[in-house]
């Protein structure tokens, strides 16, 4: 079955650091290309980050140079390193897989949850 | 930034019902748009791509159309399970952008 898992979301105060994951199974991470896309509680969708098969990256204006997407393809995992984590990034963190040819995201997983707080 | 513009925010209808959704870019974005849906607790589910394609799975009640700068995702006959709220979201540019959504409530 082809499935994503989340995990390491929590609490976390203002300045500090998590690192996501985000499990693969049924398929690859190393030939395809993935997402994080975010909720806030009581909004919309955000996109964040992107990497791509290539491990070329790119990232929205509002996490740019604080967080960090990567993936290690031995474990069939994708990362999320979030630095300098502020109140407004308080949100549900999905991982999602993109089509390669018309570029939606045809493969999400469950969310795992960020709560920046003193 | 390439905005989408969703109407109505909000849509009441009953069981058995029409749905009729509406999506705007503020530039053309050719046919790279998806719709997906969101219930409450649950991740958002790929519905339509490419702006007419039924992912897998996903009813014929569900279908998509437009191109350009204007979309439509229509429900031809509302089941309860489809009360939620919709986004579309544009994968044409970077950034990747999502409409703020029409929630689909029961009248």
């Known amino acids: 079955e082809v499935q994503l898992v989340e995990s390491g979301g929590g609490l976390v105060q203002p300045g500090g650091s998590l690192r996501l994951s985000c499990a693969a199974s049924g398929f690859s991470v190393s030939t395809n290309h993935f997402n994080w896309v975010r909720q806030a509680p009581g909004k919309g969708l955000e996109w964040v980050s992107v990497i791509y098969s290539g491990d070329s990256t790119s990232y929205s204006d509002s996490v740019k140079d604080r967080f960090t997407i990567s993936r290690d393809n031995s474990r069939n995992t994708v990362y999320l390193q979030m630095n300098s984590l502020r109140a407004e990034d308080t949100a549900v963190y999905y991982c999602?897989?993109?089509?390669?040819?018309?570029?939606?995201?045809?493969?999400w997983g469950k969310g795992t949850t960020v709560t920046v707080s003193s | 930034e390439i905005v989408l513009t969703q109407s109505p925010a909000t849509l009441s209808l009953s069981p058995g019902e029409r749905a009729t959704l509406s999506c705007r870019a503020s530039?053309?974005?050719?046919?790279?748009l998806a719709w997906y849906q969101e219930k409450p607790g649950q991740a958002p589910r790929l519905l339509i791509y490419y702006a007419s394609k039924r992912a897998t799975g996903i009813p014929a009640r569900f279908s998509g159309s437009g191109s350009g700068t204007d979309f439509t995702l229509t429900i031809s006959s509302l089941e309860p399970e489809d009360f939620a709220v919709y986004y579309c979201q544009q994968c044409s540019n970077w950034p990747r952008t999502f409409g703020p959504g029409t929630k689909v409530d029961i009248k």
């Open positions: 530039q053309s974005i050719s046919s790279y």
């Open positions: 999602t897989r993109e089509s390669g040819v018309t570029y939606h995201l045809d493969v």
